[in-house]
């Protein structure tokens, strides 16, 4: 079944972000748009390369609106031992959310449960708390930050522009499609 227009459920997690433990809950996510970018464990080796690939593009989300959430199944504990220890991991800026008992993993149906990991997966979730866009990657596969990002922008555009769609490849800026019967009929 699709997670697309399912509203994020209540939860309250630890994080670590700028050298600090803090507590984030649901409302802090409403209002703007948010990515919750899960991954399966700290101290890995395809993890740093995503999260490091995602915090040089930090800024760039941060300019567009959008917060970028991290979250594994380690504690908070671990993800700033992992910041103190990892030259790549030093470079995040954004929380990395905590999921030691894995009430997001479960939520966002990614948790594998006899690894007791997340998968790789990566959420758009609009200001009204509802995903909008996801993608579940195979664990040793990798994702981009520029194909993130632009698959944000897009959700923006249509969530603004409600009667437009955008097509393969879409930048801000480029022609977008206005669905109507007469074009389904061209198909």
């Given amino acids: 079944m699709s997670m697309i227009g399912r509203e994020v459920s209540e939860f309250s997690v630890q994080y670590f972000q ?22 399966p464990a700290d ?13 040089n593009k930090y800024a760039e989300f941060q300019k567009i609106g959008c917060e970028i959430y991290s ?14 220890a990892s030259e790549r991991i030093k470079k995040i800026q954004y929380p990395m ?6 009430c997001l993993s479960r939520d966002f149906e990614v948790y594998i449960e006899a690894d007791g990991l ?29 194909e993130l990002f632009r698959k944000v922008q897009a959700c923006q555009f249509v969530y603004e522009h409600g009667d437009e ?3 393969a490849k879409w930048q801000p800026g480029e022609t977008t499609l206005k669905p109507s019967l007469e074009l389904v009929g061209q198909l």
Avoid: Q
């Avoid at 700028?18 to 991954?39: E, H, L, P, Q, R």
């Avoid at 101290?43 to 915090?55: G, N």
């Fill in 18 to 39: 700028n050298g600090k433990f803090s507590t984030m809950k649901k409302a802090d996510i409403m209002g703007k748009w948010s990515v919750f970018f899960f991954y």
């Fill in 43 to 55: 101290f890995t080796f395809v993890c740093p390369t995503e999260l490091e690939d995602l915090a």
């Fill in 71 to 84: 979250v594994s199944c380690d504690t908070h504990f671990v993800h700033k031992a992992w910041h103190d």
């Fill in 97 to 102: 959310l905590a999921d030691p008992t894995h």
């Fill in 118 to 146: 997340a998968e790789r997966g990566s959420f758009i979730v609009n200001p009204e708390g509802k995903i909008a866009a996801y993608e579940v990657s195979a664990g040793n596969v990798g994702r981009d930050a520029d």
């Fill in 165 to 167: 769609v955008c097509p």
